[in-house]
């Protein structure tokens, strides 16, 4: 059987503690099977006997190699990632929510971002209380990914 990529172990090796044995194999009489085939009842339980209790160890290090690889992926994510912070009363865009709220006038040229928001403080988790300009607050808190810096136009102020 196929090892699962990220515990490098099977999944029948991780319930019962061996390999499986195919149906070619004992067709062919594979070493392991005339192996098994010379063993006394008694030797052949002893042996399963010890396997089982090689299994603990064999699932803890599934569970290592599956820690391991989730490591791995999370470092490979979390160098692409670009995490933005927002001091309180700073201007952003808020991404307009929920997603398919499209004008039927404009289509997919319907804007994506709404007018600039005040942030009025932030909240644990990277989420953001959010105020209009005329100092009216959200009462939900938005996350970080769905709001970006605002940047005020000179043409517009002027």
Known sequence: ????GATKL???HLVYGHEVVLPWELNLDSRRV???DQLMADEYSALMKDELEDLAGHRLKGLMNAEANKARISRWHDKRVKAKTFEQ???????ILPIGTKSSKLGKWSPTWEEPFRVSRCVPGNAYILETLEWEEYSRALNEKYLKKYYPSIWVDA
């Open 10 to 12: 099977s999944p029948y």
């Open 89 to 95: 009363g700073e201007l952003v865009w808020k991404l």
């Open 1 to 4: 059987m196929a090892c699962h």
């Open 34 to 36: 005339t192996f098994q």
